[in-house]
């Protein structure tokens, strides 16, 4: 009976409005939430009643019904917050979490470090990275995100890099004198090293030019902190030669001396090389780069050198590549680790488990990780959350219709209703 069918009809019709309402619903109440991607029900009529058979045509329909509810995956606005663990993802991609359940993703950045180190969504997944090596260089080796040691050893002076001018104008030659070696030197100047236990040592540089472009250096420390010298003289641990060319640049540099043998139970005959840059015959280079020998005072440019005292951590910081450094009290700073991103080819069809987390699904296909900004995944903003995309002026126009077609499906029924109550009176 036709009138009995736009019954059911009705009932298809409220049950997908319903439905659609539901997910209008999750919209608005997700209107707040972090990395949340606003989802869209679409609708698709029920098989039709052909009047001709297989001839076509002359078709009655027999309702609707949800085909799918898919998210609409549009760039959140990224706002800048103050927590240094907090991060956004501008573009393609997902973070990646593991858990009891197993490995997940999210857009949802909020991230802290619990307390047993390791960086963890508010849910207390763990977030996966590709970890630094001792060297700060990062590996293509995925695992949990973890908070350095809070003490970095201490790292002994292996290279004193000095960039300086030698005053061409010098004529008075002199020979050097350890004992009175101010007064026996043409320039001097200080610079710091550290031994194998961070401790710090004042190296006093003494320059004296023996001949025409030729200067000899030698460096000197407190005899109270060298094994085997005498407390009140000054100690000699390291010498050498250095030679320029005709128009000043360096030629040559020779270290003749290296006796570091520093006291309290620090490595001895410690090996530090005096580098005084780009040298042309040692080095093979251009001379360029470094020290000079000009007809100007004689003067310390820049100065470097590679040890460190131990230390404790001062800060940690993520960079837009989503490379996480540690800032130690010492000044040192070494990346621990990089935000590792899956990018999915089909994401619309991951699904949900909550807390903000999707899982893979057979027809997202498999996650393929990689850095942030490369192969087409998003870049990471620091100190930034992506919003919920949910727009909701948007949602209350989609929610008036809804219920307009909820309303006009129940017409339906009551329609129905009326019609069969007069089809009963036809007995009488």
Request: hydrophobic share 35%; net charge negative.
């Amino acid at each position: 009976m036709g009138v009995l069918s736009s019954l059911y009809t009705g009932v298809s019709g409220l049950a997908s409005q319903g439905e659609a309402l539901g997910v209008i619903g999750d919209n608005i109440a997700n209107a707040n939430t972090t990395g949340f991607k606003a989802s869209r029900a679409e609708f698709q009529d029920i098989v039709a009643k052909s009047l001709k058979g297989i001839l076509g045509g002359n078709q009655i329909g027999r309702g609707v019904k949800i085909g799918a509810v898919n998210p609409i995956l549009v760039q959140g606005n990224v706002d800048s917050t103050e927590k240094v663990t907090d991060l956004a993802i501008a573009g393609d991609g997902y973070y990646t979490l593991r858990g009891s359940d197993g490995e997940s993703f999210t857009r949802d950045g909020s991230f802290k470090f619990d307390k047993e180190g390791y960086l963890v969504t508010n849910d207390y997944q763990r977030v996966q990275g590709f970890q630094a090596d001792d060297k700060g260089i990062i590996q293509n080796r995925v695992a949990d995100i973890k908070f350095p040691r809070a003490l970095v050893p201490a790292k002994p002076t292996k290279e004193i890099r000095l960039d300086l001018n030698l005053d061409s104008r010098v004529q008075n030659l002199k020979v050097f004198d350890p004992k009175n070696p101010y007064d026996s030197s043409h320039y001097s100047t200080g610079i710091e090293m550290y031994d194998s236990q961070g401790n710090k040592h004042l190296v006093n540089m003494f320059f004296v030019k023996s001949a025409d472009r030729t200067w000899n250096y030698y460096g000197l420390v407190d005899g109270k902190e060298v094994t085997g010298a005498k407390e009140d003289e000054m100690a000699q641990v390291t010498a050498g030669t250095v030679t320029f060319t005709v128009d000043g640049k360096l030629d040559t540099e020779v270290q003749t001396l290296s006796a570091f043998n520093f006291k309290g139970g620090s490595l001895q005959n410690q090996q530090v090389k005096i580098d005084f840059g780009d040298s042309l015959t040692t080095d093979k280079g251009l001379g360029i780069d470094g020290s000079k020998q000009y007809g100007k005072e004689s003067d310390l440019i820049s100065w470097r050198q590679d040890g460190a005292a131990a230390g404790t951590i001062n800060n940690l910081s993520f960079n837009d590549e989503g490379v996480l450094t540690a800032l130690y009290s010492n000044g040192e700073t070494q990346d621990i680790a990089q935000i590792a991103l899956a990018k999915f080819e089909n994401p619309e069809a991951m699904f949900k488990v909550g807390n903000n987390r999707l899982k893979e699904a057979r027809d997202s296909g498999a996650p393929a990780l990689g850095a942030p900004g490369r192969a087409g995944r998003g870049k990471i903003f620091a100190k930034s959350l992506e919003r919920s995309t949910v727009d909701l002026a948007l949602e209350f126009v989609n929610l008036i219709q809804n219920q307009r077609g909820f309303q006009a499906n129940a017409k339906t029924i009551t329609t129905t209703d009326e019609l069969l109550g007069e089809v009963i009176q036809l007995k009488r």
